[in-house]
C-alpha cells in the first residue's frame, strides 16, 4: 500500500509539477485571455530577451482577476523584471517593473491612449476583432525593443515596429502632399493678385 500511495505521489509531482518548473514564465498569468500563439511569441521573445539582457519580461493577464491580484505577482519576478498588467475585471493596464528596467522604457509613451505613440490603449479603444490578444502581444514587443535599444542588443525574435513605422510613413506623406497642395494654393491666389 505504502509502495502505492508513494508512486501516485510521485505520478502527481511527475505530472503537474514540470509544467510550473519546466514552463517558459514569461506569460506569468493568463486567464484564457491570450491565445496559444500569442503565448508561444511572449515566451520566445522574453527567453531571448532573457538570455541576452538577463531582464525578465513577463505578461499578467487576467479575465475575472483585479488588477491589484495581478499586481501582487511580481514579488515572486527576479530581481531585474518589467511585467505588463491588465485586468480586464478591473478595466486597467500598467506596466511594472525594477527601478534599473523601468528606467530603460517610455512607459507613459507606451501607455498613451494616442495611437501615434501608444501600443495597447489605441489597440484597447478599436473593439475590432481579438484586442487582447492584438493589444498584448502589440505592448510586449514594444517594451522588449525599447529595452534592446537601450542597451543596444538585437533579438532575432523580435516582432519590430512595422505596423507603428508604416502609419508614420502615410501619415508624414499625408502632411506633406496637405503642405504642399496648400502652399500651391497660396502661390495660385498671389499670382492672380498680381496678374489682376
Known sequence: MKKILRDSLFLAIFL????????????VF?????????VKEINLIGKELEEKSQIFAGVAIG??????????????LPKSYILLILSKKSHRVDIVGSKGVLNLI?????????SGTGSILPILATQKGD???????????DIVDRITQ?????????????????INILRILIYGFVCFALLYYVQRRMKRKRNG
Not at 30 to 38: D, Q
Not at 150 to 166: E, H, M, P
Open 16 to 27: 503537474f509539477f514540470p509544467l510550473k518548473v519546466f514552463a517558459l514564465d514569461y506569460v
Open 30 to 38: 493568463n486567464e484564457g485571455v491570450l491565445s496559444p500563439k500569442v
Open 63 to 76: 479575465d475575472n482577476t483585479d488588477f491589484e491580484t495581478l499586481f501582487n505577482m511580481q514579488k515572486e
Open 106 to 114: 517610455d512607459k507613459e509613451a507606451i501607455l498613451s491612449p494616442y
Open 131 to 141: 484586442i487582447y490578444n492584438a493589444a498584448i502581444l502589440n505592448g510586449y514587443a
Open 150 to 166: 537601450a542597451r543596444g542588443i538585437t533579438l532575432n525574435s523580435s516582432i519590430g515596429n512595422t505596423n507603428r513605422d508604416t
